[in-house]
């Protein structure tokens, strides 16, 4: 605005300012609505090794893909997981950017299923010239361990990855994960309630099936019913007892599996809703003597498994033997667990364990 003609013009000055300010909003309402993801590119990439520790708080963080693009509880626990147990390694401070809005929209599933772990992770704001980025990009399953992140001074480390799937990245942290994951007092008297008395002492075997968008996305593969039959049959051969299935489409479940098998009276499908997630995983803890995992690249199989009480009985479907694409990025010994077994199936229909 020019001062000298201001008085003169004051009405078209208005009308001016009162239209640039409109336009101000406006692109900022529009920028407002459009999610933006954080750029983590701003951040340079020079990690620098310096001995000499400084003695302040320092902290770790990753873009957290499996949360601001809405993966399943499984996805976003191995993540979480693996930002604690890799900030423990690091003497750092594992922490949530506090200026990614899009990541703050979406932890919800994190807070309802698992306030304990979500409460573990402080949400502050990073200051960029005090960062730095570690570009890091093994595929899902692959632990990797950079020694040189450990004499990296900045304040802030973000390692620039996705995945985090191997229980390697948190195996220090092992014990506190099954305490922070406990079911709380009242879901635990449920789920002893469940289970019928006459049925209290007897082997119980967990089964989780995945179907659904696991056979569609060309990534993944689905349950296959055969496996899962002869499976069942192994299992229930070693040990009689009750057999649990757990699955995202239970259709499919109680005609190509539950009905098929002998043992009928023995069997119960599960029916958790998609958003509870969390109790087929309290269930687990509590009851299964066993578990196999049907569709291997699955990660809340998995967790399934991991949670179980015995991790020498928990068995799981040779991926080599099927057409789950994941099998090409697995490094099957950073996936699972040594005292699992892995199951494979020869062509007349028999399991071996492998
Ligand atoms: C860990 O970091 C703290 C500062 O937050 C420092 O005082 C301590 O010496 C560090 N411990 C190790 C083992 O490096
Ligand atoms: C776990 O299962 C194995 C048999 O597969 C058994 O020998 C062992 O005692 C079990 N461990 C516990 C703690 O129950």
């Not at 573990?120 to 960062?131: D, L, V």
């Not at 802030?156 to 985090?164: A, C, M, P, T, V």
């Not at 498994?305 to 950073?334: H, P, W």
Request: hydrophobic share 40%; aromatic share 14%; charged share 25%.
């Amino acid at each position: 605005m020019r001062y000298v003609r201001g008085v003169f013009n004051y009405r078209k000055n208005h009308k001016i300012l009162f239209i640039v300010i409109l336009v101000i909003l406006l692109i900022s309402i529009v920028n407002w609505m459009v999610p933006r993801y954080y750029d983590y590119r701003q951040i340079p990439t020079k990690v620098y090794c310096d001995k000499n520790e400084i003695d302040k708080q320092k902290y770790l963080l990753f873009p957290m893909t499996a949360i601001v693009f809405d993966g399943g509880l499984g996805n976003q626990l191995f993540e979480v997981f693996s930002l604690l147990g890799l900030a423990m390694k690091l003497n750092r401070t594992a922490i949530f950017n506090s200026d990614d809005w899009i990541l703050h929209s979406k932890l919800d599933l994190l807070q309802e299923q698992v306030p304990q772990v979500a409460a573990r992770i402080i949400s502050i704001p990073i200051e960029i010239a005090e960062s730095t980025r570690f570009l890091y990009s093994p595929a899902c399953c692959h632990y990797q361990f950079a020694s040189l992140l450990s004499c990296e001074q900045n304040r802030f480390l973000i390692i620039d990855g996705q995945y985090f799937q191997s229980f390697k990245y948190f195996s220090t942290i092992e014990s506190s994960i099954r305490k922070w994951l406990k079911p709380p007092q009242d879901e635990e008297m449920f789920l002893k309630k469940m289970i019928r008395r006459k049925d209290e002492l007897r082997y119980k075997h967990c089964v989780h099936i995945r179907r659904g968008d696991f056979t569609t996305d060309s990534q993944h593969a689905g349950t296959d019913a055969v496996f899962t039959i002869r499976a069942i049959d192994y299992l229930y051969s070693l040990h009689p007892g009750l057999i649990y299935l757990f699955s995202n489409d239970p259709e499919w479940v109680r005609k190509r599996i539950a009905e098929q098998l002998d043992y009928h009276g023995d069997v119960k499908i599960m029916e958790t809703p998609k958003d509870a997630a969390i109790k087929d995983l309290y269930f687990s803890q509590v009851h299964c003597d066993s578990v196999l995992i049907t569709a291997p690249s699955s990660t809340f199989g998995w967790w399934i498994g991991y949670m179980s009480k015995n991790q020498s009985n928990v068995y799981y479907r040779d991926i080599q033997e099927t057409e789950d694409m994941v099998k090409y990025q697995m490094l099957e010994e950073d996936f699972f667990p040594r005292t699992w077994k892995k199951l494979g199936m020869s062509r007349n229909g028999l399991i071996i364990t492998k």
